[in-house]
């Protein structure tokens, strides 16, 4: 099923991944096809896979290699600065371990585009892989938008440096709107009514990212760019406008989670919920197309 004039857009969170993964697993068996993908973090890796039409290996990725001790821990950020081995899965994984198709990826008629934070101006950008060298757009634009500050160095791509595209625009639906789409499907890795709490500055924040003030600035108020976006999502939801993949009750896992039986359990649960809201996600898209 193609589905015309219709948006996609991932949210990010980490190992939650593995729950986008289930979803685009049972959506991809379903042979849904969307013509515009954007993704934030763990959700842009998961999208690329969707748009290279590699089912398998989100759960790959997500799952079955966390186990391997180059994918995350503390020793690799005394080792090179990064808690999550960047090289280890933008490098290793993609070219010999889990290979990923970058041909397909680059042929491919769907437009994806990849959010990510300017360090030095705390300003939100998207790169569009049409624009770039696939090998280029998953080394580098993809691990931008998965760099989380303080646990990951920024990433250098044309002189600017970038982190995670979710401090600045968590759930890019507004750029899918202006894109064109005004129809839009989310899959979402936090349960309905979830709000993210405040957090005290602390000292080791501003002394880690004392070369980006303003972004320090942006991730005090990270909480409420979220919480701004998400309330205004749920409203949009109620009226029918979009339609959401979500958890349907908390994820009891957390964003470092690295138990491969906690993520397999997660990922069955996307895979599971979304079969189960498939009937009404149908009804939804029937509705769009009158």
């Known amino acids: 099923m193609k589905l015309e004039n219709t948006g996609f857009v991932l949210e990010g969170g980490g190992m939650r991944g593995a729950y986008t993964a289930g979803v685009l697993d049972f959506l991809m068996r379903k042979n849904i096809r969307f013509p515009y993908v954007i993704g934030v973090s763990a959700g842009a890796n998961n ?53 990923f198709d970058y041909e397909t990826f680059s042929s491919s008629p769907i437009t994806f585009k990849v959010v990510v934070t300017n360090c030095k101006t705390a300003q939100t950008e998207y790169f569009d892989k049409d624009n770039y060298d696939p090998n280029f757009f998953g080394e580098y634009i993809l691990r931008a938008s998965s760099s989380i500050p303080v646990l990951t160095k920024p990433v250098k791509i044309k002189g600017e440096y970038y982190f995670d595209g979710g401090i600045t625009d968590p759930i890019p639906l507004k750029k899918a709107i202006k894109d064109g789409y005004e129809n839009n499907v989310l899959i979402l890795t936090k349960h309905k009514g979830f709000r993210l709490k ?83 996600f149908k009804k939804w898209n029937k509705n769009m197309v009158k």
Do not use: H
């Open 198 to 280: 405040s957090k005290k500055s602390r000292i080791i924040l501003k002394l880690l990212l004392r070369d980006y003030p303003q972004l320090t600035d942006t991730l005090k108020n990270r909480y409420k760019i979220y919480n701004e976006c998400i309330e205004w999502i749920e409203k949009l939801e109620e009226e029918g406008d979009i339609f959401i993949f979500r958890p349907q009750s908390k994820l009891e896992i957390g964003g470092l989670e690295s138990n491969p039986e906690n993520l397999k359990k997660i990922y069955e649960r996307g895979y599971e919920e979304t079969k189960n809201s498939f009937t009404d």
């Open 47 to 99: 999208g690329a896979n969707y748009v290279a039409d590699q089912r398998e290996r989100n759960k790959k990725v997500f799952v079955d290699m966390v186990n391997d001790e180059r994918y995350l821990g503390l020793k690799n950020l005394i080792k090179d600065g990064n808690y999550f081995g960047m090289d280890f899965l933008f490098k290793k994984l993609p070219n010999e371990i889990v290979p």
